[in-house]
Antibody
Framework: QVQLVESGGGVVQPGRSLRLSCAAS????????MQWVRQAPGKGLEWVAV????????YYADSVKGRFTISRDNSKKMMSLQMTSLRPDDTAMYYC???????????????WGQGTLVTVSS | DIVVTQSPDSLAVSLGERATINCSSS????????????LSWYQQKPRQPPKLLIY???TRESGVPDRFSGSGSGTEFTLAISSLQAEDAAVYYC??????????FGQGTKVEIK
């Protein structure tokens, strides 16, 4: 069965960096686009970033553009989110989500990981 | 960007009764070439990740009970729970996946048991 396991969250000071990872299993990872979605405490869902199945296309929410970088290693079935210049309003649970298809197919998210919590605080 | 708005923000429904959540988008999410509405519904229970319930506005994900149904087209959509069960207490989100990026979600509707 599909499994997505996030790691790398923690408490970090404003302005510092953090790298999140998502380990995938149970499906042909290299055939699917992948997503990051976050949820601030007590708030709704906010899309963060997408990466195409081959890693050639990447897009970001305006709120993280220029600070976050999404990447993937299909040989290791891993996706990452490098977060720099972190701000208190980046505090959230970060979910890795599997796209239902290839990038550009008007896709929805059919599987989600359990999430990893990032807290940005001095 | 397409703005997605849900109503109400919360509702309390008795066990066995019908619950209805509305979702509207600022632009049509109907793709005329395939006649599909690019609108999905997710359920999120406390301390759990979201779970896909419905996609293409009305197609139930595998394993989702048939008491959940989605309807609507263009800019107006509805998620209905025909006979509310205790395990249906959750927050429900709609999401447009028509004009992306960005993918945009509604603000969520909390369903409680009365």
């Amino acid at each position: 069965q599909v499994q997505l396991v996030e790691s790398g969250g923690g408490v970090v000071q404003p302005g510092r960096s953090l790298r999140l990872s998502c380990a995938a299993s149970g499906f042909p990872f290299s055939s699917y686009a992948m997503q990051w979605v976050r949820q601030a405490p007590g708030k709704g869902l906010e899309w963060v970033a997408v990466i195409s199945e081959d890693g050639s296309s990447k897009y970001y929410a305006d709120s993280v553009k220029g600070r976050f970088t999404i990447s993937r290693d299909n040989s290791k079935k891993m996706m990452s989110l490098q977060m720099t210049s972190l701000r208190p309003d980046d505090t959230a649970m970060y979910y890795c989500a599997k796209d239902q298809g290839r990038y550009g197919a008007g896709s929805y998210f059919d599987r989600w990981g359990q999430g990893t919590l990032v807290t940005v605080s001095s | 960007d397409i703005v997605v708005t849900q109503s109400p923000d919360s509702l309390a429904v008795s066990l066995g009764e019908r619950a209805t959540i509305n979702c509207s988008s600022s632009q049509s999410v109907l793709f005329s070439s395939n006649n599909k509405n690019y609108l999905s519904w997710y359920q999120q229970k406390p301390r759990q990740p979201p779970k896909l319930l419905i996609y293409w506005a009305s197609t139930r994900e595998s394993g989702v009970p048939d008491r959940f149904s989605g309807s609507g087209s263009g800019t107006e959509f509805t998620l209905a729970i025909s006979s509310l069960q205790a395990e249906d207490a959750a927050v429900y989100y709609c999401q447009q996946h028509y004009r992306t990026p960005p993918w945009t979600f509604g603000q969520g509707t909390k369903v409680e048991i009365k």
